[in-house]
């Protein structure tokens, strides 16, 4: 993967009492309203460690639930995650990239993303088309988004200020728009 100074990659860092689901959707949410076009994928539910039935995650745009979690067994390693159903929400976000959209937020950067997995490759999509990407890093794993990013992110700390601040630094780059058309936000801009 190749990223650059250029890339606008920005890892809201977080820890446990910090909760990036709610700051992430708020934050699509208000974009959304200003006319900007946001795509993703938010998690809801707390983690497939916890074993929790609910993980799963809202996809932008529309806001609709898709659940992660299997009916199997756990694994040895405490994980139920449905990588079939995170592959099905992929393939739907990788379309969505290329239609066009102003901001790509991704819900976690977590160890399948650290190994070249998961949702690597819509990161490395969005960068690409250079649109934003925005995405929750556990503290133990921002190291890991370092070296897969080259060093070329910008570290944010989980707080709507920060988010607003660096949404105000990369505003004023154009989104790659495959129909041409523009958004509300590329005309602000």
């Not at 950067?109 to 934003?132: K, N, Q, S, V, Y």
Request: charged share 20%; glycine share 10%; net charge negative.
């Amino acid at each position: 993967m190749t990223f650059d100074a250029q890339c606008d990659l920005a890892a809201v860092v977080y820890g446990p009492d910090d909760d990036p689901d709610r700051l992430f959707i708020d934050f699509a949410d208000d974009l959304s309203r200003s006319g900007c076009s946001p795509v993703g994928l938010i998690q809801v539910g707390r983690s497939c460690r916890s074993l929790d039935p609910s993980l799963g995650v809202v996809v932008l745009p529309g806001g609709h639930v898709v659940l992660l979690v299997g009916d199997l067994p756990s694994c040895a390693t405490g994980c139920r995650l449905d990588v079939g159903r995170l592959s099905g929400v992929a393939k739907q976000l990788a379309g969505m990239i290329v239609e066009g959209s102003d901001l790509v937020i991704i819900n976690r950067f977590g160890r399948m993303e650290a190994e070249g997995g998961g949702l690597a490759h819509l990161i490395t999509r969005a960068i690409h088309a250079d649109i934003p990407v925005l995405i929750a890093v556990p503290e133990h794993r921002f190291s890991a988004l370092v070296k897969f990013s080259d060093g070329m992110n910008v570290r944010l700390a989980c707080r709507r200020e920060a988010l607003e601040r660096w949404w105000q630094s990369v505003a004023g780059q154009p989104a790659y728009r495959r129909s041409g058309a523009l958004t509300f936000c590329e005309i602000a801009k």
